[in-house]
């Protein structure tokens, strides 16, 4: 079966120009541009997390080889630059780290020697704050609080 040059042309015109609009679609809700082990390092593994409503995740991670926690608030959708806040803070050492500022995808890493130890951490995206209290203390049961200011 013999085709036509124009209707081949065409047709493949038309492929690209489908194609072309599937790879230029802007996903409904875009995914996160990074992970917490980018942001602390890739020896922290991840131990806790908690929702900052529905704008993203504090992620609370751990180093084995050094005992420090790291913790990383990272936006859902990253965008323009918004305030956004990590903290940690172990009270038995009354140890703590932060970092804040206007992030367009996260704030963060910030370090604590934790090991053996209840940790306290959270962090802000806009006006939604999460908190966690002692938690990663074995038999305890944490407190989770998140509020909008």
Not at 43 to 67: C, D, E, F, Q, R
Not at 70 to 85: F, K, W, Y
Not at 120 to 138: F, L, M, P
Request: glycine share 10%; with cysteine.
């Amino acid at each position: 079966m013999r085709f036509n040059r124009s209707v081949l042309t065409a047709a493949a015109f038309a492929a690209l120009a489908v194609g072309a609009t599937t790879a230029l679609a802007v996903p409904a809700s875009a995914a996160p541009n990074t992970t917490p082990q980018k942001v602390c390092g890739s020896a922290y593994k991840t131990v806790n997390s908690a929702p900052v409503g529905s704008l993203g995740t504090i992620y609370l991670t751990y180093n084995a080889s050094n005992g420090k926690n790291c913790v990383a608030t990272i936006r859902q959708n990253p965008g323009t630059a918004v305030d956004m806040s990590t903290w940690i803070y172990v009270p038995d050492t009354d140890q703590g780290a932060q970092d804040y500022g206007r992030y367009t995808s996260y704030a963060g890493p910030a370090y604590v020697y934790g090991k053996g130890h209840c940790v306290d951490w959270g962090g802000q995206i806009n006006n939604v704050y999460t908190q966690v209290t002692g938690s990663n203390c074995a038999a305890f049961k944490e407190q989770r609080v998140t509020f909008t200011r």
